[in-house]
């Protein structure tokens, strides 16, 4: 307060005192300004975090006005909640063009009339004779053949119109295009125009004389070439402004030809305009044989004729519903994310529109609908109908004349008329495009019928590429291979069609081959749509195969995975010959149990993994067979990831075969010890609660066959010990098992007696499992280990009351009640809720078989990054279990690497800050409980752990993150996972091939301050390494079980328990890392607050030293003799220590 | 921060190690082989007037930091030459009484791992710890007639000593189970005994093992009493009978919307800072 004042008198003095006035009051202003937004933000959200509303009794209790009654009311009829409603305005707010940009852009398309108007005309010429056109410019298509009959002149257009959504208002950022049709005088149009491409020769000629002219004006900052939708034969001219305005707008000019110059008739899709002989130069077959049709060729031109009449159709729809247009924006929001809008055969934002016309036409949308329900009603629409098979038509009128929309059925795949009932709208949507569209408004009806709190997010905020919607994807590539495709699949006509575009041409044909043969595996086939490339005028169009790969990706069905067999029909019968003939030789007459005889296919697959890739066999082998596309060409990726979950010898396994092999031997154990005889107490519940019993364990045991010589024997407990002469042995972890003991009042109701009688049972089961099975047994106080067929069960006998024993307090007046205690929460974790979590997640393997490759990678990934120890196993299994029970808005995983793809971006986008992640594990939570632990989330945000998982047994506390990871932490698995997830995309999306795969599983280790490397030979996990070494040390395995069993050594694993001692004794100083799989490296990172130098306190001198500074005493770290512990501690284990950073030399 | 670096010569030097107030530091290290080292930082274990603590007064040496390779036998190795040490413990954190006489079984409570930790030194003479805080060291902890095993050896041995032997776990189950059954067996009698009999005020003791038993006296049942009381008011009580009571539950609906409003504004606007609205 003090100096203010006074420099403001001294101004005062100073200065002439009428600036001081303002001067003083807009300090004043902004003063005030500054407290109040400090006060709003101290008030909402601080850092980011939702906060409980407090909202006082007279806010709440007020009399509502009019408005707010109205608003209320029509928030609960329209939109399905007032958040929802708050979203939706703001997404419309945020791609919806400002007015300030609108009259710039208003003002820039006077300018393009103006200067179009302005272009010379020219003299007319041959077709053929393009000497005329200047140097810097190209033809903008292909002129195949070149000769043509017809001439060519330019003159300006007869009118020039803005089309489109620009004009409607359902135009959307990003990408700003302003669609301008130029009508074409009559002059320039002869009589059979329509007929062998002259139109488009035409129209390409007078783009490229116009862009010639355009090109020159300062007024446009480029001035470019594209096709229109994608389409060969139709070019645009793409203008954008000059400036700091390039990137405002593109406006794209149309030449077409007067609405009324060719005639209808001779466009309908079952009459040809592209003659035999001048396409292939050769005459027509003498037979007289009718000339192929040319649906699409003709439908291209009638798109042209057609722009304006559109125009005003939709304009008469949208122009006065405000509620049509958001929800035309909204659904061109939905295809976008999507990636369904762009290239040839897209679904288009314009065909949106159409649709919502023909909806508003039908009476199934009002226009008094909010955006909200057009979304809603037009993705009902889509969900529901099939246009592939019934079509639909905007066109009532009911001439006779007007081709029946069976015609159109046969012509195109997907059918959809326009108004005059001529044109089709959905000519290049190709069937897998629709299926897929239908498919994408399936799930989102789903989602918005599950009433899920961030339907909106999942719905139009989150992105679905094709890589993490689709289970496999395979790249085609080149895409010159394609033509040879074509004629294998005698497909001329339809290049005839398609002007020489064979990508489009053999895309119908090649997915309706795929589908036909991945039948039983597939649940969706779709397809990319070649991107629209953009092109300098001077420069050539780009060539059909230049459009990089075509990529298809195939959403699998899990259950017709598991089978091996395609069963063909009888021998006996017509159908066989087909059967034969799809199949090639990989047909073979097979003889079945039930005594048929039957063609069949039978594709090597032994593994699970391998019959994942079997959609791979069935892909290359058809597309060799019927398309001629060599399997060097095709390049599939399924199964690249699943080197990293491989076990060391089985290259053909995912590991899902052992896990499933360590699981029947756990049920065996399961059925002994129910009845096992001579308990004083009966079994009344045995229960698994290892990773390996819920599928999650990312390298599977495997039956361990000690040899002896490599140990030292403790004959007289029958066990194996390590030898400090050689190499770590084997690294066996023993399977927990809890073995639930009946309730009985026998059991002591005290903690310590209670613990003893547990002990003794423990005794008891080791004796009565040898004694009648034969089984190694070892028991401990606290658990038995029993080795059985060479795997290692950790049974741990457990009373269901021993908890709330624990639990119980006393009060001074004698009233027991019950407190939660360490010891009890953590008895209850290990007997209650992990039992019940692996029996879940056991459940959950079996409806998704992809569910167990998932979790593995996901958590191979995690501690790959050194990051494992943070993170609990349990709370890693879960984050792979939601991917399956909550896939929105995509469908269940159904291959690892697509689900490992989603846990990444799942870790790199979920805002853990404000969003419990809710696992409705056996979808046991309703979706009012769910909206109740939401809002317990929020107000108890302070006292949760940062990651906060909630699962139908634990809707509260979170108890699988409680200890850990810390925010830091946390966050940098997030950074690491941003980083990875577009590495591995761009990977897996290179049609070349992914290259080394290992790459983001590799971690950066340039953040550490010291790195203390080990040594191999007592790293007995060594092989386990995400670069897996070529040779380790021999860990003492035979490869045959031997003649007698000792129990071999169990849990050893050096690197842990130096990490122990490590964390132990400098927990407070620095935080440790290692990748317990394999790691040959441990990353130590300094505590920056350890290392402030404080003063000298008894309980806190670990590790520190005291220094004088000036002249008082503190205490720091010691680095140096830490550093020497690392190495003493580690001894036969440490191979170097290496300090990297000098900024800790304290 | 940067003015902290700082050259380690003076404090190899004899009065160059600086010890807090009242401690004296000795350089401890693991052995010969060792460049920097620790120390260990002693001084007489004395308490406050007032508080109470078990440990002999004047014999005891209070050492803070001892290194987690450094053992009680070592220790009191290291110290034996100021005088015959009588005992060495080790604890985590600075504690004033000591602990129990009866070891804890071996079973139930396994050997945690050791970090730096304290030690009370408990010397024959008092004059083991004047001569113990007059060390000049450096003391070494490993020697080669007196090699402590770290590492890979030390982690070997760990595992050989965990494997227990199994006879003698029963045997000590046996005996606790045994002194505790005498226990309740003893309280047991004791409870019929008094069963039913008035005290010397006339007051009877109502226990759950009586004729009629009665509610257990948990907090749990309590509340069950507690909830089913409400439940029979609640029943009897009318819903939107009165006007005044339709006109608070529709109040009330408004207050709930306007609440959810309010909250959801709130969420709009974190998302709208977190640029959660651009599809793009």
């Known amino acids: 307060m003090g100096p203010a004042p006074a420099g403001a008198q001294l101004c005062g003095d100073t200065g002439d005192p009428e600036m001081m006035e303002p001067s003083l009051e807009g300090t004043v202003k902004e003063g005030k300004k500054e407290s109040s937004k400090k006060h709003t933000v101290a008030g909402s959200s601080v850092e980011g975090l939702l906060q409980p509303v407090k909202l006082s009794r007279v806010e709440l209790y007020k009399e509502p006005t009019s408005e707010e009654l109205n608003r209320l009311r029509e928030t609960e009829s329209l939109f399905h909640s007032s958040l929802l409603r708050l979203q939706v305005e703001e997404l419309l707010k945020e791609v919806r063009l400002s007015e300030k940009k609108k009259e710039r852009i208003d003002a820039f398309l006077r300018d393009v009339n103006q200067r179009i108007m302005r272009v010379p005309s020219t003299p007319e010429t041959e077709l053929t004779d393009q000497a005329w056109l200047p140097a810097g410019v190209q033809v903008p298509l292909h002129q195949v053949p070149y000769t043509v009959k017809g001439c060519f002149r330019f003159l300006p257009p007869a009118q020039v119109t803005v089309v489109g959504s620009y004009l409607l208002g359902t135009c959307i950022r990003p990408d700003i295009n302003v669609d301008v049709a130029l009508t074409m005088p009559r002059e320039i149009l002869q009589d059979k125009d329509g007929l062998n491409q002259r139109y488009f020769r035409k129209r390409a000629l007078y783009l490229a004389h116009l862009a010639h002219h355009l090109a020159q004006d300062p007024l446009f900052g480029s001035v470019r070439f594209s096709y229109t939708n994608g389409c060969h034969l139709k070019p645009l001219l793409l203008l954008r402004p000059n400036g700091k305005d390039e990137h405002l707008v593109t406006v794209r000019l149309h030449p077409c030809p007067p609405s009324d110059f060719f005639r209808p008739c001779r466009l309908l899709p079952s009459k040809n305009n592209v003659r035999s002989a001048w396409y292939r130069g050769q005459s027509p077959p003498g037979d007289g044989s009718p000339e192929p049709p040319t649906p699409h060729y003709n439908t291209w031109i009638l798109q042209d004729i057609a722009l304006e009449s559109h125009m005003q159709l939709l304009s008469t729809v949208l122009g006065s519903a405000s509620g049509l247009r958001d929800g035309v924006a909204l659904l061109k929001v939905w295809l976008r994310q999507r990636e369904l809008d762009k290239g040839l055969g897209g679904f288009s934002g314009f065909l949106v529109s159409m649709l919502v016309a023909f909806l508003v036409s039908t009476r199934k949308i009002h226009t008094t609908m909010s955006g909200y329900q057009v979304l809603r009603s037009v993705l009902q629409f889509l969900a529901t109908t099939d246009l592939t098979v019934n079509g639909i038509s905007l066109c009532f009128s009911s001439d006779p004349f007007l081709p029946a929309l069976a015609d159109f059925h046969q012509a195109f795949a997907v059918v959809f008329l326009d108004s005059s009932g001529r044109l089709n709208l959905c000519a290049d949507v190709t069937a897998s495009t629709y299926h897929q569209v239908q498919h994408e408004a399936r799930l989102s009806m789903m989602l918005l019928d599950s009433k899920a709190d961030d339907g909106f997010q999942l719905l139009l905020m989150t992105p679905k590429p094709m890589i993490r919607a689709f289970d496999h994807i395979l790249h085609i590539c080149p895409l010159s291979r394609l033509q040879a495709a074509c004629h294998r699949l005698k497909l001329w006509p339809e290049l005839q069609d398609h002007g020489g575009d064979y990508v489009s041409a053999a895309l119908g044909p090649l997915t309706t081959l795929l589908e036909q043969g991945l039948r039983s595996r597939l649940h969706l086939l779709a397809h990319s749509r070649p991107p629209v490339s953009e092109w300098d005028i001077s420069q050539d169009p780009p060539k059909h195969r230049d459009s990089g790969t075509l990529t298809l990706g195939l959403l699998l069905r899990p259950e017709g995975l598991t089978s091996v067999l395609e069963l063909g029909p009888e021998a006996d019968q017509p159908e066989a010959a087909d059967f034969r003939q799809f199949w090639g030789s990989r047909s073979e007459l097979r003889r079945f149990q039930d005594g048929a005889i039957r063609e069949a296919v039978v594709w090597e697959a032994v593994s699970m993994s391998q019959k994942r890739l079997i959609p791979q066999q069935v892909v290359t082998h058809l597309l060799a067979l019927h398309a001629d596309i060599p399997d060097t060409c095709v390049h599939y990726m399924g199964g690249q990831l699943d080197a990293l979950i491989q076990g060391l010898k089985e290259t053909f396994s995912t590991g899902e075969e052992s896990l499933a092999a360590a699981v029947r031997c756990y049920d065996e154990l399961s059925r002994l010890l129910w009845g096992l005889e001579g308990l004083p107490l009966t079994v009344s519940a045995v229960q698994g609660a290892h990773p390996v019993l819920r599928y999650t364990e990312v390298f599977p045991p495997t039956p361990v066959w000690p040899a002896y010589s490599f140990h030292e024997r403790l004959r007289e407990r029958a066990s194996l010990l390590p030898r400090p002469d050689k190499p770590c042995p084997a690294y066996v972890e023993p399977m927990t098992v809890v073995c639930h003991l009946e309730g009985s009042g026998q059991w002591p109701q005290d903690a310590e007696a209670i613990q003893r009688v547990r002990a003794a049972f423990q005794l008891r089961l080791s004796e009565l499992l040898t004694q009648q099975h034969g089984l190694q047994c070892r028991a401990t106080a606290t658990h038995t280990d029993v080795l059985k067929d060479g795997f290692v069960f950790r049974i741990c006998v457990a009373y269901q009351r021993e908890p709330q024993i624990l639990k119980e307090i006393r009060s001074p007046e004698g009233m027991i009640s019950l407190r939660d205690t360490p010891a009890s929460l953590r008895l209850e974790k290990d007997t209650k809720q992990l039992p019940l979590l692996t029996s879940a997640l ?179 996990r060594h092989r386990q390494a995400v670069d897996s070494p070529a040779a380790s040390f021999c860990r003492g395995l035979l490869s045959e079980p031997g003649p007698s069993s000792l129990m071999p050594v169990l849990g050893f694993d050096p690197p842990q328990l130096y990490l122990a001692q490590l964390r132990e004794a400098f927990g407070d100083l620095a935080l440790f890392f290692y990748d317990q799989h394999g790691g040959e490296v441990i990353g130590v990172l ?61 | 921060m940067v003015a902290r670096r700082r050259k380690r010569a003076p404090r190899g030097s004899e009065d160059g190690i600086p010890g807090p107030l009242g401690y004296s530091a000795v350089p401890i290290k693991f052995s010969e082989k060792q460049q920097a080292s620790h120390y260990l930082y002693m001084r007489e274990h004395r308490v406050r007037e007032g508080t109470k603590s078990s440990w002999p007064q004047k014999r005891t040496l209070f050492v803070l930091n001892v290194p987690p390779y450094c053992t009680e036998e070592c220790l009191s190795r290291l110290l034996s030459p100021c005088g015959p040490v009588q005992s060495v413990e080790l604890h985590g954190k600075p504690e004033l009484a000591e602990s129990p006489k009866e070891p804890k079984s071996k079973f139930f409570h396994p050997k945690p791992v050791p970090g730096f930790q304290v030690a009370y030194v408990v010397f024959r003479k008092p004059s083991g710890v004047a001569a113990a805080v007059a060390l000049k060291g450096p003391l070494l902890v490993s020697t080669e007639s007196h090699p402590v095993q770290s590492g890979v050896h030390k982690w070997i041995r760990d595992y050989t000593d965990s494997i227990l032997d199994p006879e003698a776990l029963r045997v000590e189950v046996d005996t606790f189970m045994e002194t505790y059954d005498k226990k309740i067996a003893e309280e047991e009698a004791k409870a019929k005994e008094e069963e039913g009999v008035p005290d010397d005020e006339g007051w009877v003791k109502v226990t759950r093992r009586g004729r009629r038993p009665v509610l257990p006296r948990t907090e749990a049942a309590s509340l069950r009493v507690l909830e089913r009381e409400k439940r029979k008011r609640a029943r009897k009580e009318l819903l939107n009978f009165y006007a005044w009571q339709h006109r608070q539950t529709k109040m009330e609906h408004l207050a709930q919307l306007r609440k959810k409003f309010e909250e959801d504004k709130q969420r709009i606007e974190l998302m709208r800072a977190q640029r959660k609205f651009r599809p793009y």
């Open chain 1, 1086 to 1146: 300094w505590k920056p607050t350890s290392f402030q130098p404080h003063p000298f306190k008894a309980s806190n001198t670990k590790g520190r030293m005291v220094v004088s500074q000036g002249g008082e005493l503190a205490m720091v770290p010691n680095v140096e003799a830490i550093l020497e512990d690392f190495a003493i501690l580690g001894e036969g284990l440490v191979r170097a220590v290496e300090a990297r950073t000098e900024k800790w030399n304290v």
């Open chain 1, 842 to 1020: 056991h459940g959950l393997q079996q409806q998704h078989p992809a569910f167990s490759g998932v979790a593995r990678l996901a958590k191979r990934w995690v501690r790959a990054q050194l990051l494992g120890e943070e993170f609990t196993n349990e709370s890693l299994d879960l984050v792979a279990a939601a991917l399956f029970l909550h896939p929105e808005p995509f469908t269940p995983p159904s291959s690892p690497q697509v689900g490992f793809l989603r846990f990444l971006f799942l870790v790199s986008t979920f805002d853990w800050k404000n969003n419990p992640l809710i696992v409705n594990l056996n979808n046991e939570l309703t979706a009012e409980e769910q909206v109740e632990i939401r809002s317990g989330f929020l107000a108890a945000r302070t006292q949760l752990p940062v990651m906060v998982i909630v699962t139908p047994q634990d809707r509260k506390s979170s108890i699988w993150t409680q200890d850990g990871p810390s925010p830091q932490i946390l966050q940098q698995l997030v950074v690491l996972a941003a980083k990875a997830l577009p590495v591995l995309e761009k990977q897996l999306l290179d049609p070349r091939g992914p290259g080394d795969i290992r790459t983001v599983f590799r971690p950066p280790l340039d953040m550490y301050d010291v790195l203390i490397h080990l040594s191999p030979r007592h790293i007995p």
